[in-house]
């Protein structure tokens, strides 16, 4: 199980403050840390996290139109 730390606010990143559209950031683990490179480079993680990744953002778009 994956813990969600919540958001970051107030945070003022180039990458967000730039971008001409709607733009999130995610931090999906440290390559640092041994056990989130194992599960960033592991094929069913990385589909679990796009799984989830694209329902949250659905659900998003949905409260937004």
């Known amino acids: 199980k994956i813990t969600d ?4 606010n107030g945070a003022s990143f180039l990458i967000l403050r ?4 709607p733009a999130v950031l995610m931090e ?5 840390n041994s056990l989130d490179n194992r599960r960033l480079n592991d094929q069913q ?10 329902a ?5 778009q949905a409260t937004v139109e």
């Not at 993680?45 to 694209?54: F, K, R, S």
């Not at 949250?56 to 998003?60: E, G, T, V």
């Open 18 to 21: 730039n971008s001409p559209v």
């Open 5 to 8: 730390k919540g958001e970051v």
């Open 28 to 32: 999906l683990g440290y390559l640092s």
């Open 56 to 60: 949250a953002l659905q659900k998003i």
């Open 45 to 54: 993680h990385q589909e679990y996290l796009a799984t989830n990744i694209y």
